[in-house]
């Protein structure tokens, strides 16, 4: 069935190391992938988005990575700032027909000064 | 700020009554969203409308429904609402409704049923 969920709950990094976040999914019929930040009282903001074709695509400090073969993302932050903490999501979209996102349980990433 | 406008942005009522949440896509996106996130639940996709016709549905209950008028705004109608309903309520928008559209979220609605 359709499901994305999360390693990692919670990630502490220090301001200026670069942070990892990871994402499993399950459904292989998955096509287009979406990484979200979410902070406190606002609503998810788009990142970067990969679609299936690609295994890595880089945006301003993030870099996605795709790997198909054992249905991981996982998404790369360089040198994170204390405005990265937030609450970061995956999401899918399975395509065809459907057109919902499946989002992922969250991960927060605190960064400390 | 991702063009897309929600209001009201708190809303309190009471268990049984009945609320109209709004939604107001980003300038030339037909397609609009509504999410449900809750502590337990996480982000759950509700339902989708395409230039005023339905187009998805996920984990919607019979006891809310939605529609996309003319000028592409959208309401989410919640009715008897229970305490379980509680919850951030978000409004997405994409400009084709395709599934590699980038959603745009607004900032949402936070309904508390007493």
């Known amino acids: 069935g359709e499901s994305v969920g999360l390693h990692l709950p919670t990630l502490s990094v220090q301001e200026g190391d670069n942070s990892i976040i990871n994402c499993a999914y399950s459904?292989?019929?998955?096509?287009?992938f979406i990484w979200y930040k979410q902070e406190s009282g606002k609503g998810p903001q788009f990142i970067i988005d990969?679609?299936?074709?690609?295994d890595k695509r880089q945006g301003q400090r993030v870099t996605v990575l795709l790997n198909k073969t054992v249905k991981h993302l996982s998404l790369q932050i360089a040198a994170t700032q204390p405005g990265d903490s937030a609450v970061y999501f995956c999401?899918?979209?399975?395509?065809?027909?459907?057109?919902?996102?499946?989002f992922g349980k969250g991960t927060l990433l605190t960064v400390n000064p | 700020d991702s063009g897309v406008t929600q209001t009201p942005k708190h809303l309190i009522t009471a268990t049984g009554q009945r609320v109209t949440l709004r939604c107001s896509p980003r300038?030339?996106?037909?397609?609009v969203y509504w999410y449900q996130q809750s502590l337990d639940q996480g982000l759950q996709f509700l339902i989708q409308y395409y230039n005023g016709e339905e187009r998805a549905k996920g984990n919607i209950l019979e006891r809310f429904s939605a529609q996309q008028f003319p000028d592409l705004h959208s309401e989410l109608n919640l009715s008897s609402l229970e305490l379980g309903d509680s919850a951030l309520y978000f409004c997405?928008?994409?400009?084709?409704?395709?599934?590699?559209?980038?959603?745009?979220f607004g900032p949402g609605t936070r309904l508390t049923v007493l």
């Open positions: 459904n292989s019929a998955s096509d287009y």
């Open positions: 300038s030339g996106d037909l397609s």
């Open positions: 997405a928008s994409s400009p084709w409704g395709a599934e590699t559209d980038t959603q745009y």
């Open positions: 990969i679609r299936s074709n690609m």
């Open positions: 999401a899918e979209n399975s395509g065809g027909s459907n057109y919902k996102l499946t």
